[in-house]
């Protein structure tokens, strides 16, 4: 068509913008999963609609498209990133002279209410960390396990990524792989390093030997997210906790905790590995309600009735 530049199949520009995401923005082979499945849900929506090229996509049925996930009750966070992920690929498309426009120019997306993320009391993490049986080498490393989540404020993926090496119990450091593939290397508190070690001495040599993995099952094989969620969430139910307990619920509980303890935003923003602070800030809204609450205890003109 004149006037527009040339344009080809979707799934051929998809392809190279997912090879582009991991290649040169650095982003992780989860992240570019999760972008194929939302790209892929547009691509299904435009193709029902008759349009199989990129370039013939317009705004009004892009507005179309997420009034019909609004349409399908899709949480506020889900659209947003769906939105998110078809702005870059058409940024990249645009970039790449693929298409003279961009459909999802001026396409508002959902107002997303911040919600507060999930924490454990410190007496919720100490029952729950002392669920597993130390006299099983399953146990062991379960207690390892749990301690290092919760210790130093790993998301799951990065645990169960872990390799031996990966560990440095004498200087009680940990260097883990998070999002991008960016390595930091974080604190390992002294009940994690004394887990880790009982683990390592006498739980991990019954269960495999020769796989870098630190965390292992009974074959030898590197223990999985979804294992992990798993047992969490049965350890949970042992210790008595009625809520959801994740992964991500101890890694909440970490950084709040440190934020209550008085660390300041940008130490904890470092140990979890986060680009941006203002993804760190939302534990602050956390840490507030707490000092509130104390305030409220302690202070004479406030916790007095007159």
Do not use: C
Not at 58 to 81: E, H, K
Not at 119 to 137: F, I, K, M, N, Y
Not at 145 to 154: A, P, Q, T, V
Not at 180 to 188: F, L, T, Y
């Amino acid at each position: 068509m004149a006037g527009r530049a040339e344009s080809e199949p979707f799934d051929r520009h998809l392809d190279a913008y997912l090879d582009y995401l991991g290649a040169e923005a650095g982003r992780s082979d989860r992240t570019r999963a999760a972008y194929r499945t939302d790209l892929l849900d547009f691509l299904r929506f435009a193709a029902r609609k008759g349009v199989r090229d990129p370039g013939a996509v317009t705004r009004p049925l892009v507005t179309l498209y997420f009034v019909s996930l609004r349409r399908r009750r899709l949480a506020p966070s889900t659209v947003a990133r769906r939105l998110a992920a078809l702005r870059g690929f058409y940024r990249f498309l645009l970039r790449e002279r693929h298409v003279a426009s961009d459909p999802t120019e001026d396409v508002s997306s959902p107002r997303r209410g911040q919600a507060l993320p999930r924490v454990l009391s410190p007496e919720e993490v100490a029952r729950l960390l002392a669920q597993p049986d130390p006299r099983e080498p399953e146990g062991l490393r379960d207690r390892a396990m749990l301690e290092l989540l919760y210790s130093s404020g790993l998301r799951v993926s990065e645990l169960v990524g872990l390799d031996v090496g990966d560990v440095d119990l004498e200087s009680e450091l940990l260097r883990v792989v998070g999002k991008g593939d960016k390595a930091r290397v974080v604190p390992v508190g002294s009940y994690a390093v004394r887990a880790l070690q009982a683990y390592l001495a006498l739980g991990r040599p019954r269960l495999a030997r020769r796989s870098p993995a630190l965390f292992v099952g009974r074959a030898g094989r590197r223990l999985t997210r979804q294992w992990v969620w798993a047992s969490l969430r049965r350890y949970a139910r042992a210790a008595g906790i009625s809520r959801v307990v994740t992964p991500h619920v101890l890694r909440h509980s970490f950084a709040t905790h440190l934020l209550e303890g008085g660390a300041d935003l940008r130490s904890v923003q470092e140990l979890l590995g986060h680009a941006n602070i203002a993804t760190t800030q939302v534990y602050t809204h956390v840490a507030r309600q707490h000092v509130r609450q104390v305030f409220d205890r302690a202070h004479p003109r406030d916790a007095w009735e007159p």
